[in-house]
């Protein structure tokens, strides 16, 4: 829809082109529906396709919302990892299958997800090549949880900083990552119950109690109000972040104890 948008908006008349140019993806979304198409077939189009672009925004949201349902609901460990969203985690769930212990080890599901690298030494240099085979969709899950961790887990970080020193480049490292992470996502395959760290329900009713706002707890975090808010309502499973504001709510609680 955004390309779709885009393309559109390029032909639409000066005045509005420039002020549609400048907006972001979610404000461009709700500029187009509120659009006065007049005598002008281009804005007409634009308002049309503004109102199909906020419906499929809107089952997307709704289909997603069921998804994460029924994860919480079979599988709330693979939600739990690091990175892992409820696409993700969905698309990992299915490559798992509805027998997971039929998988005999973290090796097998590796591989089972093209996460396993394949040797591709020569001489003195050792190197693997990327594995094309397994499920393509749960690769590419795999791939976006290393993604997002390399951006927001600073222990990522340091070992991507550590790879690199070791002459490795950003996709035997990104292998790497994808190896380790499937490795997460086997234990949580089998053992679908066990969740580390503090329930995300537990903590606006701990934060209310003591009256403390969104805003507060934000900037005491360094954080957004907005990750405090997603936190608390489960679309953040961010087990460190989890532990981290559970443990400052804790401290609050017997300061004013």
């Known amino acids: 829809m955004i390309n779709a948008a885009k393309s559109l908006i390029v032909t639409a008349p000066e005045d509005l082109r420039r002020s549609l140019a400048k907006l972001s993806r979610k404000d461009l979304r709700s500029a187009l529906p509120a659009l006065d198409p007049g005598a002008d077939g281009v804005v007409l189009a634009l308002g049309s396709l503004g109102r199909a672009w906020d419906l499929q925004d809107r089952e997307a949201d709704a289909v997603e919302g069921k998804m994460k349902e029924i994860l919480e609901a079979n599988a709330p460990a693979l939600l739990a990892i690091f990175g892992c969203g409820t696409v993700s985690a969905a698309a990992l769930a299915v490559a798992g299958g509805g027998n997971p212990e039929r998988l ?9 997800c093209g996460a396993a ?31 997002t961790r390399m951006s927001y887990d600073q222990r990522t970080k340091d070992y ?13 490292t990104i292998r790497c990552l994808k190896r380790y992470i499937a490795r997460e996502v086997f234990r949580a395959l089998r053992h679908p119950f ?12 701990a934060r209310r109690a ?22 608390e309502t489960g679309r953040l499973m961010n087990v460190q972040f989890l532990e981290k504001y559970d443990t400052w709510l804790k401290s609050q609680a017997k300061e004013a104890s």
């Open 160 to 172: 991507v900083e550590k790879r690199k020193g070791d002459g490795k480049s950003k996709k035997e």
């Open 210 to 231: 003591l009256g403390i706002t969104l805003v507060e707890a934000g900037n005491a975090l360094n954080v957004g109000f907005q990750k405090v808010s997603y936190a």
């Open 194 to 205: 066990e969740v580390k760290g503090p329930s995300w329900k537990d903590l606006r009713p």
């Open 117 to 147: 690298p394949l040797l591709a030494s020569s001489g003195k240099t050792e190197r693997h090549r990327l594995n094309r085979g397994g499920d393509r969709k749960a690769s590419r899950a795999l791939y976006q949880i290393a993604v």
């Open 104 to 112: 005999n080890s973290e090796a097998e599901f590796a591989s089972l």
